[in-house]
Structure formats: C-alpha cells, structure tokens
C-alpha cells in the first residue's frame, strides 16, 4: 500500500482531497477516509466503506474534473472529532465532513457530505 501525506489537522483533509483528485488517485482520495466512512455521493446515495469510496471516486476522476481549493468555515473540535465545512465558490448550498482524530494524531474523514443544497421555501 502507498504511503500518503496524513492530515496533521482536520482542515489538511480538503487540501489533500483537491491534490490527489487533481492528480486522479481515486485510491489516495480513499486514503483520507475511514475504512467504514460514510460518503453522501452519488446525489441521494450512499456510499460506505474506504473500498466504495475509492470506486465512486475512480469511475468521477475518469472524467479528469479539476477542483479547485474553497477557503473553509471554521472548524469546530470537541476531543477527537471534527466537523469541517466549506461554501462552494459557485454559492450553492455547502460542503461538510466529519472527521476522527486516528490513534497516530492524524485525521481521516468519517461522514461525508460534498453536497448539499440550501433548503428551499
């Protein structure tokens, strides 16, 4: 198994994520999650376990999209948990992760939710 740079802090995560999908590494994408993660993607699935996660990311990485960094909301930390976010560039709706402190110090991604739309009225 490859080596990857680990998150030292829970917003490094979506700094490696928009490297390595830029690259095309759906399996260094992978990397960033929990072997049993949860991903809210495809739009109205979900995708769970590091093995899924690398597969939705091979088959929307085949497509070569480029992503570029969002500058994130403020993270919140209580112990070993995170919850980081992002506004997309484009306004519409947010992103946001949750993510778990591992036993090394390093973060990974538990829950997963790239997408979502503001509710409508």
Partial sequence: MQEYE???????ITRLFVERS??????GVAALYE???????PPGELTVGRDAIR??????LANRPRFEPEPPLP???SGDIA????????GSGARAQVVRRQPDGSWL?????????????
């Fill in 75 to 77: 993270t919140l930390i």
């Fill in 6 to 12: 680990k998150a030292v802090r829970p917003e490094d």
């Fill in 35 to 41: 072997e049993d993660a949860v991903l809210a993607y």
């Fill in 55 to 60: 597969a939705v990311w091979e088959k929307v």
């Fill in 109 to 121: 991604r538990v829950l997963d939710q790239p997408e979502f739309a503001p509710p409508t009225r």
């Fill in 83 to 90: 919850l980081t976010s992002t506004p997309p560039r484009d």
């Fill in 22 to 27: 830029n690259a095309g590494d759906a399996a």
